[in-house]
């Protein structure tokens, strides 16, 4: 590809509000540098007014794709062509890939939490007990691909029990009854976390700069447990920095992030990135913002 951008540069446009924490932009150009592929991933913060208004201009330019971020997962929807059936059961989009004028949305999170389990040594959810701590769009994706994988219960906590009651009927009326909602406060959170054999963080507690932010009691962790965290700055959060101390097995946010971003490149190119150099150039940037680069 050439040094700099030209007329023939296809673009994949980072759509939310706000965006810069985000490390899409240095994986995917590190990734399209290190394949020699003419493209080009830029951030675009857009309000959700603008939305429609920039979405149906990005239609009529060079754009291979997007990916969709905090606040406008649910809100792309409407002006989307096409749904892949996984988003459209998710009821979510964090995936456009524009083709033959349409643009068709997909859902790589909960496929990408998936694979982020595997690659931490949980190879299969079916059967589990699970604990879900938040019910935001991540959650959500989460959720729903937990109950096609299979898991025996999943269990609810969010601060707003009227969203964790919608998410659970929701699941349990699309893919089958196995979700409940706990509630965070009392004793009956103690009692699940107990039953559960992982345990995911899909809040943004514990993100930079707010760092020291725990989104559950400590004393609750215990070695029979995963902890996941979706949080991936800093690396290791304070809720995976306690449960490595209790002795359970830890799932960085770092790779949900990684495997979903892989699925989008395949989707927008037509190639598997390898993860190797998505990781190295994840790395570097969180250094870099670390101050450790």
């Known amino acids: 590809m050439p040094g700099y951008p030209s007329s023939l540069t296809k673009l994949v446009i980072l759509l939310g509000e706000p965006l810069g924490h985000s490390l899409s932009p240095a994986i995917h150009n590190a990734m399209f540098a290190h394949l020699g592929l003419d493209y080009l991933y830029l951030p675009v913060e857009v309000a959700r007014e603008d939305l429609a208004v920039v979405f149906n201009g990005l239609r009529r330019m060079n754009v291979a794709g997007c990916n969709v971020t905090i606040p ?54 079916a059967g589990q007990e699970i604990l879900l701590l938040g019910a935001g769009g991540a959650v959500r994706a989460i959720a729903m691909s937990l109950a096609f994988a299979g898991a025996a219960a999943i269990h609810i906590c969010n601060r707003s029990g009227d ?31 107990a039953r559960c054999q992982l345990l995911v963080n899909g809040t943004s507690v514990g993100m930079h700069p707010h760092g020291q932010a725990l989104p559950i009691a400590a004393e609750f962790l215990a070695p029979h447990l995963t902890v996941a965290d979706i949080v991936y700055n800093p690396h290791t959060t304070r809720l995976l920095a306690a449960a490595m101390e209790r002795g359970c097995r830890v799932v960085h946010g770092l790779g949900m992030l990684l495997h979903q971003g892989a699925l989008g490149f395949a989707l927008w190119t037509g190639i598997e990135p390898p993860l190797a150099p998505m990781r190295a150039a994840a790395e570097e940037a969180l250094a870099a913002r670390e101050g450790r680069g």
């Open 72 to 125: 406008h997962k649910v809100a792309i929807l409407e002006l989307l062509d096409e749904l892949h059936p996984q988003a459209a059961a998710l009821g979510a989009v964090n995936t456009i890939r524009f083709a033959d004028g349409r643009a068709i949305g997909y859902n790589t999170d909960g496929e990408g939490f998936l694979r982020s389990l595997a690659e931490g040594g949980i190879a299969s959810v």
């Open 163 to 193: 969203k964790a009651e919608r998410l659970a009927a929701e699941i349990n009326a699309k893919i089958r009854p196995c979700a409940a909602t706990v509630a965070a406060e009392g004793g009956a959170l103690r009692q699940v976390v």
